[in-house]
């Protein structure tokens, strides 16, 4: 049997192919009874490739899934996949709920036993990153979508969908760059077992120093365990503790370099020679180093809808064999003064 175009869907109601394809990927000018009828059409014919919302329950049904996450407003980073997420559900009659939880575990917390019942059809998991608090996430039922994990939480171990921005490929590309540029003495700083993705950006990190076989002195990286609101205080602590300065720092986020940036700019008299910084998550937010340093970035809205978009496979899919899928993201090198 030769294979179910949007053409044959077309032809067989009689329509145009540009209307199928607008009901196919919701967009406008498509009345919900035309889109029903090209959806039980594409059933019947047999096409392959359904949208989500054409296996979905009818778009007049409302649902809701919960959106689990730590200090959501720490970041606009964090706000701009948030609000992407909420404003896609929204496309398909889905309810966005807020579950906030704190960023470190006490042993008065618990989870909101709404998360435990039926009226909860999928949970999104975003900027939770300590293991008690992840843990209890992990065991709660029903389909589960986690944007980045923590490295003793792997995707093997995870009872649900992972995405991740893909960090070890960009760092040691990053890292490579500094290297052209003639840099040999490169130090790592961040907190390599708060994330997965900043573990693999150390990784990516190392990988390059060891083709370009290039010490890594322990004594230029900072990768200890650091409490998330004690960053200031560990990377002064840290930079103070240097007798010798290396001429670059791999840092595992903006927010990392901007830190160190501060202190750079504060204490002048400690740098024996200039030293050039990177980042990762390219974000506006911290203007002491936007646009001053080689960055990465993932579109916050971009990455907000593939959250949404796979919460909805998920939902309709739950036998579906797990998934891990890496964001690429792309380099920003600095502008030029």
């Known amino acids: 049997m030769e294979k179910v175009t949007m053409k044959d869907i077309a032809d067989a109601l009689n329509i145009s192919r540009v209307t199928v394809s607008k009901a196919f990927n919701n967009q406008a000018g498509v009345s919900d009874s035309l889109r029903e009828m090209i959806f039980d059409k594409a059933k019947e014919l047999g096409y392959a ?48 709920m807020y579950i906030y939880v704190p960023s470190s575990y006490t042993k008065d917390f618990s989870l909101p036993s709404i998360l435990s019942k039926d009226s909860v059809e999928g949970i999104a998991v975003v900027n939770v990153y300590d293991p ?18 923590i490295p003793t939480l792997t995707d093997r171990k995870l009872d649900g969908d992972l995405i991740l921005i893909e960090g070890y490929r960009t760092e040691a590309e990053i890292t490579e760059l500094l290297i052209l540029d003639g840099h040999k003495d490169i130090g790592f700083i961040g907190d390599i077992n708060y994330a997965q993705t900043n573990k693999e950006r150390y990784l990516g990190y190392r990988d390059s120093m060891d083709r370009y076989k290039l010490a890594i002195r322990p004594e230029y990286c900072l990768i200890k365990s650091i409490d998330v609101f004690s960053y200031a205080r560990e990377i002064n602590l ?17 927010y990392v370099a901007s830190f160190v940036q501060k202190y750079m700019d504060e204490n002048p008299q400690r740098l ?25 970035n993932v579109s916050t809205g971009l990455l907000g809808k593939r959250m949404a978009l796979q919460l909805l496979f998920r ?23």
Request: hydrophobic share 40%; with cysteine; glycine share 4%.
């Open 49 to 96: 490739k359904l949208p989500f919302q054409a296996v979905s329950t009818p778009t007049y049904t409302e649902h809701t899934v919960a959106l689990i996450v730590s200090r959501p407003d720490s970041a606009s980073f964090w706000t701009g996949i948030i609000h992407r997420m909420a404003q896609e559900l929204s496309e398909y009659n889905i309810n966005l």
């Open 315 to 337: 939902t309709n899919h739950p036998d579906a064999p797990q998934e891990l899928t890496f964001i690429k993201p792309y380099i920003i090198r600095a502008r030029e003064n």
């Open 272 to 296: 024996p020679h200039p030293v050039t910084l990177t980042g990762f998550d390219d974000t506006d937010e911290y203007t002491n180093v936007h646009g001053r340093i080689i960055t990465a």
């Open 132 to 149: 008690v608090i992840l843990g209890m996430v992990n065991e709660l039922p029903g389909p589960k979508v986690f944007l980045d994990t």
């Open 238 to 254: 840290f930079l103070d503790s240097l007798s010798e300065w290396p001429t670059a720092f791999v840092c595992a986020s903006d």
